[in-house]
């Protein structure tokens, strides 16, 4: 580290006692970056923390409190003072991180989740808020074709409860007793709204609501079932609905 002396005239002297090398950043205080609050938790959960040292052995643990219910208490190694981990929420004793409570999942629900350690033999906590565990998508509702429509122009109509994982959502048409005609990707529409349009069953790719089909399809008169599926933002399983 090197120093400088610099002096300041002529009706005064004022010295400076400069020290070079470089300033020392301010310490960087504990922070639980994961689940963060207001976040969406799918089956997957991650975790991750950042201590300023390696806490006490046998005092980290992660409490998961629904607005309802008794909380769920999961003891994470102390092995580092930081953590980036997932686990699932179906199994959480399936990550090596988790030490207890490995045994109870975590069901789907809003909570509060509170990081507790112990350090200098002082136990500090952070909580973050309104985390959400959501780990299958929700029904999506086809209102139209029904089960019993017949038309020359296909009119569709349907609605997601959740925000879709983007290209996720898709309208396949299954000939009955015969093969799987095409699959129409439908442009990303918003949670709790319904979409309405028509398609062409000569041209379907040619509906503003189609993003691609699985081929250059077409659909001869026949019977078919209709299936809607989509996964939500999660990244969950697919969810359906048919006709």
Same mark, same amino acid.
């Given at each position: 580290?090197?120093? @400088? ?14 020290? !070079? ?7 960087? !205080? ?55 981990? $997932?686990?699932? =929420?179906?199994?959480? !004793?399936?990550? =090596? ?14 909570? +509060?989740?509170? /990081?507790?350690? *112990? ?17 299958? $998508? ?5 209102? +139209?074709?029904?089960?019993?429509? @017949? ?5 569709? $109509? ?13 309208? @396949?048409?299954?000939?009955? !007793?015969?093969?799987? @005609?095409?699959?129409?990707?439908? *442009?990303?529409?918003? =949670? ?9 069953? =000569?041209?379907?790719?040619? +509906? ?19 299936? /809607? ?15």
């Amino acid at each position: 580290m090197t120093r @400088r002396l610099l002096c300041f005239a002529p009706l005064a002297i004022f010295c400076v006692l400069l020290f !070079g090398g470089g300033s020392a950043s301010a310490n960087v !205080g504990p922070q639980l970056t994961a689940p963060a609050s207001s976040s969406v938790q799918g089956s997957s959960i991650h975790v991750a923390f950042s201590l300023p040292a390696t806490p006490q052995f046998g005092s980290t643990t992660l409490t998961f409190t629904p607005a309802v219910g008794s909380p769920i208490v999961y003891g994470i190694m102390d092995d580092s003072a930081s953590k980036d981990f $997932s686990f699932p =929420a179906s199994f959480p !004793g399936s990550s =090596a991180q988790i030490t207890t409570g490995g045994g109870t999942p975590l069901p789907d629900g809003t909570y +509060s989740v509170k /990081l507790t350690w *112990t350090a200098s033999a002082v136990q500090n906590e952070l909580t973050n808020t309104n985390v959400v565990v959501k780990t299958t $998508s929700t029904p999506p509702v086809l209102i +139209s074709p029904t089960d019993t429509y @017949r038309a020359q122009t296909l009119s569709i $109509s349907y609605s997601l409860p959740d925000t879709p994982l983007s290209g996720s959502t898709a309208l @396949r048409f299954d000939e009955i !007793g015969g093969p799987t @005609r095409c699959t129409l990707h439908l *442009t990303d529409l918003a =949670a709790s709204t319904v979409r309405t349009f028509t398609i062409n069953p =000569a041209s379907p790719a040619s +509906s503003p609501e189609v993003a691609s089909t699985s081929s250059s399809c077409t659909f001869p008169d026949a019977s078919y079932d209709v299936i /809607l599926s989509y996964q939500d933002s999660a990244g969950n399983s697919p969810a359906t609905d048919w006709a």
